[in-house]
């Protein structure tokens, strides 16, 4: 809820007018409704106590009338049955003069000490046996006796009994006794102590049960035990106490009469005893409304006085509100456009610089593998030069063996021509052997195992000489591959360092590149960070910008909420 310069300054005002004129006024009435039940409470209890007071003293001079006429010569006689008829007809005469005489009574009577009636103000009553009742047992005793109120049962309603002992000198001959009407002391005592119109008094006997009530079918039938504050009246005998009875909020002064162990209670409803302390809250009520009302008009006076000139600096600011708001919309359209190339600028330089750096890896990398070629090539040609001369070494190895083998040959065909020849030499050996006969016989088997051995060595020499022109043949043969292994070499060594100069090329391009392209990366990552920067000032003046328009328009809103403050509404 919006609230104008005027409501707020009347409002806030009125509130505090009326929670201070609330607060004295309750203030106000709560001190008056204390003091008033401070005040009914002295009253209602000060009235219980004079009320049993005064019932006490009514008691007591009943009791001192029944001590008279303890020793009435003529109730004394007619209990004897001395003087017959006479006496009888003076008695009861006397008794219902008694009667008539207080008002009180039910019944007045004698009875002799067996507990038989002899004399009454009630003739029909005569002759009725009375020696089970309490009060008649307590007077044989010498005492006056009070009973406890009981239902009547002749009319029904609530009575009690007064005894007391009828003497001769000190011989207890007979009974005295009346039936009071507990209507009476209602009239007299208890209902005449009430407070204010809807208050009225009350009392219980001992068990709780009530005697007296201006309800009348709650007389000797209702119980206040039943009740909590009921209970905390036979509990505590003598107090104050606020209840709750049948709805009805009540305040209660009650006290014990000890004699008879009656309760009598006066009570009063609590809104009776608050209806004064009420009416005087309504006038003050009333007196605060129309202050009220005239200060309000007072400060609506001042408060329309004051915001006149408001209204004008209001205007004012509506304009410049305007305007600033209208140049920095300007202002913010150029600079987000500004600040959208360079965004897009500054991402195609990252781009572009990611890329070179894509590419200066890539450089560096093949810049690598070449010198790492380069090696390895050097490398296999030292290994080609290597084996080069390890290849010449074994052409002459070979050709030394071929050499070799071709002098093995030459001495196994030696070796042959002279078996050859010693074959020869044992076959003329055994033919000029066969000549001598047996003379020549031990010569002829040296010729035979001559001839075999020279057999022998040539068979072996022949096959000595296949087996060597086998190896030199190989040996040639492996001469010419070995020839022909060392001239693909040489041709392979003579690649290989062309190899080596081609990669010593690439490599030395490859670092040139890579030179190159690292100076284009330190170049794209300047103007990266220039796009960069640019970037980050068009963002600032746009960010400005947008600053410069939030701040319109919260200078707007203020203005707006400064018209609220004075009409209250936009």
Request: charged residues 25%; proline residues 1%; negative net charge.
């Amino acid at each position: 809820m919006k609230w104008s310069l005027r409501n707020r300054f009347l409002i806030p005002t009125l509130f505090l007018f009326i929670f201070g004129m609330g607060t004295v006024t309750a203030i106000s009435y709560l001190k008056s409704k204390d003091t008033l039940e401070a005040s009914m409470t002295v009253q209602v209890t000060r009235m219980t106590e004079s009320v049993v007071r005064l019932i006490d003293s009514y008691i007591e001079s009943i009791k001192l009338n029944y001590a008279y006429r303890s020793e009435d010569a003529t109730l004394t006689t007619v209990v004897q049955d001395i003087l017959g008829e006479t006496v009888l007809d003076a008695a009861n005469r006397l008794l219902l003069k008694i009667k008539n005489d207080y008002g009180y009574y039910e019944q007045v009577a004698v009875a002799n000490t067996e507990g038989i009636v002899v004399a009454s103000s009630s003739p029909g009553e005569i002759g009725k046996n009375i020696s089970d009742q309490t009060c008649f047992k307590e007077a044989l005793t010498g005492k006056i006796a009070v009973s406890d109120v009981v239902k009547s049962k002749t009319t029904g309603k609530a009575v009690f009994t007064v005894s007391s002992p009828l003497k001769m000198g000190d011989e207890i001959v007979g009974v005295h006794f009346g039936i009071i009407e507990m209507a009476y002391f209602e009239t007299h005592f208890i209902e005449p102590a009430k407070f204010g119109k809807s208050g009225y008094s009350f009392a219980v006997r001992k068990d709780g049960i009530l005697i007296s009530h201006p309800e009348k079918s709650k007389i000797l039938t209702y119980n206040i035990n039943s009740e909590d504050f009921g209970k905390e009246m036979l509990e505590k005998k003598e107090g104050l106490i606020a209840y709750t009875f049948e709805g009805v909020e009540k305040l209660a002064a009650y006290k014990k009469y000890e004699t008879l162990g009656w309760i009598l209670a006066v009570n009063v409803n609590k809104s009776e005893i608050l209806d004064p302390v009420k009416q005087v809250s309504y006038v003050n009520i009333a007196v605060g409304a129309a202050v009220m009302l005239f200060v309000a008009g007072f400060i609506l006076f001042l408060v329309q006085s004051a915001v006149r000139p408001i209204y004008r600096v209001i205007e004012g600011l509506k304009a410049c509100a305007l305007q600033v708001a209208s140049a920095s919309d300007e202002i913010l359209s150029a600079s987000r456009e500004l600040a959208q190339g360079s965004s897009e600028q500054a991402a195609a330089s990252e781009e572009t610089a990611s890329s070179l750096e894509e590419m200066s890896a890539m450089a560096q990398g093949n810049a690598n593998n070449a010198n790492q070629t380069n090696q390895f090539v050097t490398d296999v040609q030292e290994l080609f030069r290597k084996t080069d001369a390890f290849m010449t070494e074994l052409k002459q190895s070979m050709d030394e063996i071929s050499k070799a083998g071709k002098e093995t040959s030459k001495i196994i065909s030696t070796v042959a021509e002279i078996a050859f020849q010693t074959n020869l030499l044992a076959l003329n050996a055994a033919v000029e052997a066969a000549r001598a006969g047996e003379a020549g016989a031990g010569f002829a088997v040296v010729a035979a195992e001559v001839r075999n051995l020279a057999l022998r060595v040539t068979g072996e020499a022949r096959n000595t000489s296949l087996l060597i022109e086998g190896i030199v043949k190989k040996i040639r043969e492996g001469g010419e591959i070995a020839s022909k292994t060392n001239e693909a070499f040489v041709e392979v060594a003579k690649q290989a360092a062309r190899m080596e100069s081609l990669v010593a090329e690439i490599a030395a391009s490859s670092d040139e590149q890579n030179r190159g392209i690292e100076q284009m990366g330190k170049a794209m990552n300047e103007a990266d960070k220039i796009t960069q920067k640019n970037a980050a000032n068009s963002e600032e003046t746009a960010s400005a910008s947008e600053e410069m328009r939030n701040q319109s328009e919260k200078m707007k809103v203020f203005v707006e909420d400064l018209v609220v403050l004075v009409r209250g509404k936009r």
